[in-house]
Nanobody, 124 residues
Framework: QVQLVESGGGLVQAGGSLRLSCAAS????????MGWFRQGPGKAREFVAA??????YYTDSVKGRFTISGDNAKNTVYLQMDSLKPEDTAVYYC???????????????????WGQGTQVTVSS
């Protein structure tokens, strides 16, 4: 049984920072990569960032502002979010993929396990 639990969301002013955490338990050895997605009000779920080993990938809108990292000893993935903007407001989800891909997938359909989400609200 796999469980992903996100934490670290909250309310922050534009220009501020938050760090999200995703603690994984269960068959974590089956993960090839982990990612972060977000879903704003009335919007589809969109890819934010992913990490596989030492390789990272970001959607263009967060490059230079967000940093994804992992701590294998703690089975935890982090998303450091700096210079936050109101358009970053969304529920942020952690996801894990157990399949190998030649290219890091950005579609939510490719990911096998999901957390419950954590709300991030950026005020202007």
């Amino acid at each position: 049984q796999v469980q992903l639990v996100e934490s670290g969301g909250g309310l922050v002013q534009a220009g501020g920072s938050l760090r999200l955490s995703c603690a994984a338990s269960g068959r974590t050895f089956s993960f090839y990569l982990m990612g972060w997605f977000r879903q704003g009000p009335g919007k589809a779920r969109e890819f934010v960032a992913a990490i596989s080993g030492s390789n990272t990938y970001y959607t263009d809108s967060v490059k230079g502002r967000f940093t994804i990292s992992g701590d294998n000893a703690k089975n935890t993935v982090y998303l450091q979010m700096d210079s936050l903007k109101p358009e970053d407001t969304a529920v942020y989800y952690c996801a894990a993929d157990t399949a190998w891909h030649r290219l890091i997938p950005t579609s939510a359909r490719e990911y096998d396990y999901w957390g419950q989400g954590t709300q991030v609200t950026v005020s202007s």
